[in-house]
């Protein structure tokens, strides 16, 4: 049995160093799945599954004789955590780049700035229990606290990001675990957001009730969601031989009309159908639309449409059309104009509501109930071409982390830092990988990947770099946290967690009047914590935690991820 034993201590080997991180990766994400109290760490638990190895080794003295005295070469650790850390990193990227400038329309500033604010807050806490706990004059306290700062906030990328930071801009503490810090702080930091959420509702004395029917009555007084249905009489001579595309482009209003009465004959109607003087139209428009369109083509009479009616059907539509890219739910007119409900659109593995200021991305998948020939409308509109999504982009996806990791080692150099300061191979695929998903199509490059082929590889990205994170930080874990300050890092990572989760909400209530659900969406968001997302959802029979959190995501992420790396390199180097 002596070959199987070498698999486990022949550390130099390629089998045993596949077989670690199988290993760890495996176990990692099987216990990930075990909820307590209705809540899981899903896949970060691999990285206490690293930790737990990479101790083990380490205390049986069969680790690597490498500098680090790790479980497998230090080389490998390193090249497997940057190498995950980028495919992770930009395709999160991908993933937020459509919709990451469109947060800060109109619709969106508001929340963004109470996003903003936590962030900066989470900051301000952790600078201040560095300086009241913490002997400022170790010059690994700080980068510690930066880990403790991303466990407390459960932001795994900005963990990588002050990581991969750290190592360029203090090369003496490039081996600093730091992500026992973010170990000690992470399972309080999920279980802090969610029970600050809670606490916020008892501080502003929040009816659940009240809050759902305040967003009903919103949604029932919009005019501009409301459909509106009637009949036209076609008076306009001006309009006779103009095909129904026309009159909408002169009229500059969207409307459909599914349906011509002529001569007692009933027309369904096309975009090259062309109108006479006479012709009875079916119109849908959206009511604050209503008296313009009937003033413009006729003046409203009654039809009985009922025989034309046809049963209900759902469809799930692929947007794959390039003319449809960026547009609003509102400027589509999905409901109002042509007579469909969208009931939910799915998106890189996450399902979001779809309010008027969600702009549609190609790969989105939106589920469409209408009757069938104006679902086919719709179709026809978003194109609906699954083949042209179905082969992956490998070009795409390599071209940009090639752009990406050549912007991250551009030097910059700032008065009074002594070394150049670089947006290193996290801070460079992430602005790229944004800058490619929002404006690529300009440039013919298609940066679409299914929903399974973003997930697969943003998952094994993340997976590989916890796996390696923990298995170095297992090494020194039981010095650096049992026998050093492991209780001061829970206890600040609470600290971290809770106090502006509690301050910005009490702002965004009693001074924005935010809907205490979108409130809660908009924390998980900012926090980037799906588990907050899932009892914001359980909480609300609405889609309105979903819209805070699609809201604020995007530009959480990138702030998380940057001021990670801007702590590091302004105040640790």
């Known amino acids: 049995m002596d070959w199987f034993q070498s698999l486990f201590v022949n550390t130099g080997s390629v089998a045993h160093i596949v077989l670690l991180f199988a290993l760890v990766i495996s176990v990692g994400v099987f216990l990930g799945k075990i909820k307590v109290g209705g809540i899981s760490l899903g896949v970060t638990f691999v990285l206490f599954a690293g930790i737990v190895v990479g101790h083990i080794y380490t205390s049986m003295g069969i680790a690597d004789p490498s500098p680090g005295g790790y479980a497998c070469p230090a080389d490998v650790l390193n090249f497997v955590q940057d190498f995950g850390l980028i495919l992770f990193v930009y395709c999160i990227g991908l993933q937020v780049g459509p919709g990451f400038f469109e947060s800060f329309k109109r619709g969106g500033i508001t929340a963004n700035l109470i996003a903003v604010g936590i962030v900066l807050l989470n900051i301000a806490v952790m600078l201040g229990c560095y300086y009241v706990f913490f002997d400022t004059n170790d010059p690994k306290n700080l980068p510690m606290m930066v880990g403790v700062l991303c466990g407390a906030v459960t932001n795994t990328p900005g963990l990588g990001a002050a990581q991969e930071a750290l190592k360029d801009a203090v090369p003496a503490l490039s081996d600093l675990p730091i992500a026992s810090g973010y170990a000690c702080a992470y399972p309080l930091g999920v279980l802090g957001i969610i029970g600050a959420t809670i606490a916020l509702r008892f501080i502003c004395r929040i009816k659940l009730e009240d809050e759902e029917q305040k967003i009903r009555d919103a949604e029932e007084n919009n005019p501009h969601a409301t459909p509106h249905r009637m009949s036209l009489l076609v008076q306009n001579d001006a309009l006779v031989g103009k095909t129904m595309r026309k009159v909408r482009e002169f009229l500059g209003r969207e409307f459909v009309c599914t349906h011509i009465k002529r001569g007692g004959e009933i027309i369904n109607t096309r975009a090259d159908t062309t109108l006479e003087v006479g012709d009875e139209l079916n119109i849908t428009c959206a009511q604050d639309d209503a008296d313009a369109i009937s003033a413009f083509l006729g003046p409203v ?13 759902s469809r799930r539509i692929v947007v794959t059309q390039g003319d449809v890219n ?3 739910f509102g400027e589509m007119h999905f409901n109002s104009v042509y007579g469909v409900n969208v009931t939910r659109i799915t998106r890189s593995g996450m399902e ?5 200021n969600l702009r549609l991305q190609i790969g989105d998948r939106l589920m469409v109930v209408g009757p069938e020939d104006a679902v086919n409308r719709v179709t026809r509109l978003l194109g609906n071409s699954v083949k042209r999504l179905d082969h992956p982009n490998i070009a795409s996806i390599f071209i940009g982390v090639l752009v990406g990791i050549i912007f991250g080692s551009i030097p910059f150099a700032f008065p009074g ?15 790229i990988a944004i800058l490619a998903g929002r404006y690529g199509y300009k440039f013919h490059l298609v940066t679409y990947t299914t929903t399974s082929a973003n997930l697969l590889l943003r998952e094994v990205g993340l997976v590989l770099f916890l796996a390696s994170v923990g298995i170095k930080a297992g090494a020194g874990f039981w010095h650096t946290v049992v026998e050093g300050d492991g209780l001061w890092y829970v206890f600040c990572g609470f600290l971290i967690t809770i106090i502006p989760i509690l301050i910005m909400g009490v702002i965004a209530r009693v001074k924005y009047k935010m809907n205490y659900f979108t409130l809660m969406g908009l924390i998980a968001g900012t926090n980037t914590d799906p588990p907050a997302l899932a009892f914001a959802n359980a909480s609300s029979n609405t889609d309105a935690p979903a819209v805070g959190y699609s809201t604020v995501y995007p530009l959480a992420m990138f702030l ?14």
């Open 326 to 328: 960026g547009k609003t």
């Open 560 to 573: 998380r991820i940057l001021t990670a790396q801007i702590i590091i390199l302004f105040l640790c180097a």
């Open 301 to 313: 009479i009654d039809v009985d449409w009922q025989a034309e009616k046809t049963p209900s059907i």
């Open 417 to 431: 830092i002594p070394n150049p300061v670089k947006l290193g191979l996290a801070g460079g695929p992430l602005i």
């Open 352 to 356: 979001l509501f779809a309010n008027r």
